[in-house]
Nanobody, 116 residues
Framework: QVQLVESGGGLVQPGGSLTLSCTAS???????MGWYRQAPGKQRELIAY???????HYADSVKGRFTISRDNGKRMVYLQMNSLKPEDTAVYFC???????????WGQGTQVTVSL
């Protein structure tokens, strides 16, 4: 089973940028991929999605600020985050979807904190 490891989180000031990376242990060619986040006291939410053909979709809360991309050859998925806001503070998770079913295995995630 393909495992995913998130990295790239950290502390950033409001208005700053950060790029998250998701490294897969195997091929992601046939998977749709997504980035979820979970803020303290809130449910985990899907914020960015890219299918195997490269079509992208974003939650309204991040549209225009975040960009999801993938490099199948490197087995990587990225989340470029710009104009970060304090409300973007959360643990960010990478996930894979096959045949419209999301995996039920979650990684450790990577913490993003937006604060002065």
């Amino acid at each position: 089973q393909v495992q995913l490891v998130e990295s790239g989180g950290g502390l950033v000031q409001p208005g700053g940028s950060l790029t998250l990376s998701c490294t897969a242990s195997g091929s992601i060619l046939n998977f749709n991929m997504g980035w979820y986040r979970q803020a303290p006291g809130k449910q985990r939410e899907l914020i960015a999605y890219i299918n195997s053909g490269g079509w992208r979709h974003y939650a309204d809360s991040v549209k225009g600020r975040f960009t999801i991309s993938r490099d199948n050859g490197k087995r990587m998925v990225y989340l470029q985050m710009n104009s970060l806001k304090p409300e973007d503070t959360a643990v960010y998770f990478c996930q894979k979807q096959y045949a419209k079913t999301w995996s039920d295995v979650w990684g450790q995630g990577t913490q993003v904190t937006v604060s002065l």
